[in-house]
């Protein structure tokens, strides 16, 4: 059964996270995320599990983008069931770079969450790219 008081919150701590990444603040960053984290991020590993290891890998992404972060969330969707929940989006991310210029891609996001004593937090999280099977390249000018 939907909830929609857990879906608002859970609206509201996504966006909340999308601010802390625009921010770098990897402390509230990371306070989005269950200790017990496992997420499918697009780069670098097959798999993080968790939240130390996720934070690492946060800490690398940020510091990827010397200038301003974009992270922003499009066609936001959220379930809730009381105990449980999960939320997909399309997700515009990129940074500025050294020469001035906003250089991003658009991104499918999917996450669960569990809600706990401290409030919900995601447990599970993807991020991906669609790809061409015949080149194996990524398919970053993509628009919705």
Not at 73 to 87: E, K, M, N, R, S
Not at 132 to 137: E, I, L, P, T
Request: aromatic content about 12%.
């Amino acid at each position: 059964m939907s909830n929609g008081a857990d879906e608002k919150q859970i609206q509201t701590l996504i966006e909340r996270w999308c601010a802390a990444v625009r921010d770098k603040d990897i402390e509230a960053i990371m306070a989005y995320y269950a200790p017990d984290i496992v997420a499918f991020d697009a780069i670098i590993a097959l798999q993080f599990r968790g939240a130390e290891a996720y934070r690492k890998h946060w800490e690398f992404c940020l510091g990827m983008c010397e200038g301003a972060m974009l992270f922003e969330t499009h066609q936001l969707v959220v379930h809730a069931d009381g105990a449980v929940a999960f939320a997909h989006w399309l997700n515009k991310c990129g940074g500025t770079d050294d020469k001035g210029e906003v250089k991003s891609s658009w991104m499918r996001a999917s996450a669960g969450y569990r809600k706990t004593a401290d409030g919900w937090k995601a447990v599970h999280e993807h991020f991906s790219a669609p790809f061409d099977m015949a080149s194996g390249k990524a398919l970053f000018e993509l628009q919705p």
